[in-house]
């Protein structure tokens, strides 16, 4: 049998976008991944469904799996011919005890390799503003452990380390923090020099506080630290006034749910993460086409009989299609048709496949499409492919148009959200939870139940139709001035 090979990847400090791009390469093609507690949901989320996880950190039970059995488990599956990828938190070869799982697999001459990840000990200084080096202050950086082994001193050079001068950086020494400052001071450091602590860093819950030297045991106990976190001693840490970019991010500290579907929830995801905000996917909805779909197809075969082609949602491009890929037709079955989209995604979805709209409303709501083409005065019928449950509004401005349509249900949105337990959680917090339609706050509500108290809900709804159904289920709501995902991360911006 073929022997597989262990590669191990370095996960970055928090953020899942410090995640190297090697990193995330490997981590898509694993056949096993074998991870512990410091590697992030989203980065979590990239192993594929069908890799083998082996989790060896679990945190619930603060049950670890002895580095020995760690080493055999990589292995044993390197042995089966397996593509295993070993992660961990920030590099695997500092204090990541990297170095150790190797010497076994080289020992059966197992193959490996060894990605490097963006390392704790410079990111989270950098995330809280403090550049580790600074060419007016120290000419060198110190990366320490502060673990201390059962029964045994801290294994600290402290005079050596205040005698250079460097700026000095403490993994592992939450427990230790006391000691390590006193060690310091024994030493001859002065006082008052600057010393920071950084909690959960380059995460939406990162805590960088700043204080000195002699007062940073107190302060971090008072703020009730607790690890993982990382001690930063050096004037650098002044900097942290002045640079401290991540903790000043817009909507830091925000609790922010996303509820659009699972395959249009990454960009405002990402956006809203880029922001500051702590983001929660909880997608309610799902659009699965109605296929077949005999109206669609034989609308289609009499297509020269229209004169408008009418999408109010990205949704309904995608049904018709694969309506005509499975009917071995291509977009030339439209012929000169003109096209209506309801606003800018819908129009993004036509461009994909060549088109182009022809006309996009300026409000991108039911109503004003309906309004917009009504201005045309086509001459001849409109097309309409949409949802199971099309909101009238669109239908009932054509009507008093006097013109004349044919609404064709070619999509279905399904509720796919179930009772989460997290998110209920969630909702203690005063979360804003996005709304992009009025079917994704139905599908929210019903996941988690009409009975519950939503009081401390904050609903951004992208529309009117979207917040007049928020309102159904009295939620507090801001809604965006124009229906568009950047107008909506605008008035989550200019708050509740
Ligand atoms: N190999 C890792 C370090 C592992 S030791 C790396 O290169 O980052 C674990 C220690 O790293 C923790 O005790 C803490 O001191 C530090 N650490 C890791 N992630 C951190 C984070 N997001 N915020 C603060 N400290 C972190």
Request: hydrophobic share 40%; proline share 6%; net charge negative.
């Amino acid at each position: 049998m073929k022997t597989g090979q262990v590669i191990l990847v370095g996960a970055g400090p928090g953020d899942p976008d410090l995640l190297t791009i090697k990193g995330r390469k490997a981590l898509e093609s694993a056949e096993v991944v074998v991870y512990d507690r410091l590697v992030s949901q989203a980065i979590y989320d990239l192993i594929p469904d069908d890799a083998e996880r082996i989790n060896v950190g679990k945190e619930s039970s603060h049950h670890l799996v002895p580095q020995e059995e760690i080493n055999q488990i990589l292995l044993k599956k390197a042995l089966e011919g397996k593509r295993v990828v070993r992660l961990k938190g920030g590099d695997p070869f500092l204090f990541g005890r990297g170095g150790e799982e190797l010497e076994l697999l080289v020992e059966h001459g197992v193959p490996f390799q060894e990605i490097p990840g963006i390392t704790s000990a410079i990111a989270v200084p950098a995330y809280a503003g403090i550049p580790v080096t600074h060419r007016d202050f120290c000419s060198s950086l110190h990366i320490i452990t502060g673990h201390q082994r059962a029964g045994k001193p801290l294994n600290i050079n402290f005079e050596a380390l205040v005698q250079d001068g460097g700026t000095l950086v403490f993994l592992m020494g939450v427990s230790a923090l006391s000691t390590i400052c006193q060690g310091l001071l024994d030493a001859g450091m002065e006082p008052d020099m600057p010393a920071a602590v950084v909690e959960k860093g380059t995460t939406p819950a990162q805590r960088p506080i700043l204080a000195t030297l002699s007062t940073l045991p107190e302060t971090a106990k008072a703020q009730k630290v607790k690890s993982p976190a990382i001690i930063i001693v050096g004037k650098v840490c002044s900097f942290t006034e002045q640079f401290d970019w991540f903790d000043k991010l817009p909507l830091k500290g925000k609790q922010v749910i996303v509820t659009r579907p699972k395959e249009r929830a990454g960009t405002l995801s990402e956006r809203l993460r880029s922001l500051g905000a702590d983001v929660t996917e909880f997608p309610c909805i799902e659009t699965h086409p109605l296929l077949p779909c005999p109206e669609m197809e034989e609308a289609v075969d009499h297509i020269s009989e229209y004169e408008w082609l009418v999408f109010t949602s990205p949704a309904g491009v995608s049904a018709l299609m694969e309506m005509l890929e499975r009917t071995h037709r291509d977009v030339r079955a439209l012929g000169p048709i003109k096209l209506a989209a309801i606003g800018p995604g819908t129009n993004r979805e036509l461009q994909k496949h060549g088109l182009r709209a022809d006309l996009i409303p300026d409000i991108y709501d039911g109503e004003h499409l309906g309004q917009a083409l009504c201005q045309e005065k086509p001459a001849g019928k409109v097309l309409i492919l949409r949802a199971q449950w099309g909101t009238p509004a669109l239908t009932e401005v054509l009507d008093r148009g006097t013109i004349s349509y044919s609404d064709i249900r070619c999509y279905e949105t399904r509720y796919t959200a179930s009772n989460n337990d997290d998110v209920r959680r969630l909702l203690a917090q005063k979360p804003i939870v996005t709304f992009t339609s009025a079917s994704t706050v139905r599908g929210f509500v019903l996941a988690l139940g009409e009975d519950l108290d939503y009081s401390g809900v904050t609903a951004a709804c992208i529309g009117q139709q979207t917040e007049a159904e928020a309102h159904k289920y009295h939620l507090h709501t801001i809604t965006a001035e124009k229906a568009t995902i950047d107008a909506l991360i605008e008035r989550i911006m200019e708050g509740e």
